[in-house]
């Protein structure tokens, strides 16, 4: 069957990202969250990178607007699921929510229906180990912000079907992404290596090598990286790099992945990156 409906659950950062690429792509999506504020958040954060698009040339003024009328808030979980035929969670990073969230999905989904998880580093095994088909759960990794990163990592897991891999690669590529294949392994591809990255930057800030700024400039200018590491870490909050390296540390038993002192010192004093206006920048709009 065709995919034509995309429920994407969240609408935050991340959701309503997935949301907006999906709806580009032309399919008919369904943004839930708890409560009509959050999803009006997430609109409104749409509406403001196709504006953004359109100023730049990059987006045309009628793909804005049918990119928006395409998008439809719920907040009914099962009603936002019935009639879906991808559904891609964009929940916190954590196993146990992730499986309630699917549990319920699985049992108000239509049967065909694909589930994918947004993961950037929890075993989509163990997600798709609490459903009663663990077939059709697989991993779609966006990257944040979705809708300017082309990037999209796929991955499998140990009860994966072939099929239901080929529904995620499809979509990944109807929504102008280029999908990566992975297996179900700690960090996947892109996490583990980018994270390695990250933490050693923050090593060498916590060693008085370099400045954040002139560690950021060495990979930008030096490697063509389009955003250092640190800025990164800024942008994709503090607390989730650090439960990450955490996670890997643990899985993997590398002492690549274990967090830096200043890392853990730095989120247990609210310093989480933009989200809360100071992180190795500051951020003073965001406050």
Avoid: C, W
Avoid at 16 to 40: N, S, T
Avoid at 134 to 156: A, I, Q, S, T, Y
Avoid at 206 to 219: L, R, T
Avoid at 259 to 270: D, S
Wanted: charged content about 25%.
């Amino acid at each position: 069957m065709e995919t034509q409906r995309v429920t994407v659950l969240g609408a935050g950062t991340m959701g309503r990202g997935i949301a907006q690429v999906a709806a580009a792509g032309g399919f008919d999506v369904v943004l839930r969250d708890v409560d009509h504020a959050a999803i009006e958040r997430g609109l409104a954060g749409i509406r403001q990178n196709l504006d953004v698009g359109v100023q730049k040339g990059k987006v045309a003024p009628a793909a804005r607007d049918a990119t928006l009328a395409r998008i439809l808030p719920e907040t009914d979980p099962r009603k936002a699921v019935s009639a879906a035929d991808l559904v891609i969670e964009a929940v916190p990073e954590d196993l146990k929510l992730k499986q309630d969230v699917f549990r319920d999905v699985e049992a108000a989904a239509p049967e065909h229906a694909v589930l994918a998880t947004n993961t950037s580093s929890l075993s989509v095994s163990a997600i798709s180990s609490a459903l009663k088909r663990p077939g059709r759960v697989v991993g779609m990794h966006f990257f944040n912000p979705p809708h300017l990163l082309k990037l999209l990592e796929v991955f499998r897991g140990d009860r994966t079907a072939p099929e239901t891999l080929a529904v995620a690669v499809a979509a990944a590529r109807r929504m102008g992404k280029e999908p990566i294949v992975v297996k179900d392994s700690p960090g996947f591809a892109s996490s583990r290596l980018g994270l390695v990255l990250g933490l050693e930057a923050i090593r060498m800030v916590e060693a008085g090598v370099a400045s954040a700024e002139d560690i950021d400039k060495a990979m930008e200018l030096g490697y063509n990286h389009p955003m250092g590491p640190l800025k990164l870490t800024d942008l994709v909050g503090l607390d989730v790099r650090l439960a990450i390296a955490k996670y890997l540390h643990q899985e993997l038993a590398s002492e690549a992945f274990r967090p830096p002192a200043l890392l853990e010192r730095m989120v247990a004093e609210g310093r989480l990156g933009r989200k809360t206006g100071q992180g190795f920048y500051a951020y003073p709009d965001q406050r």
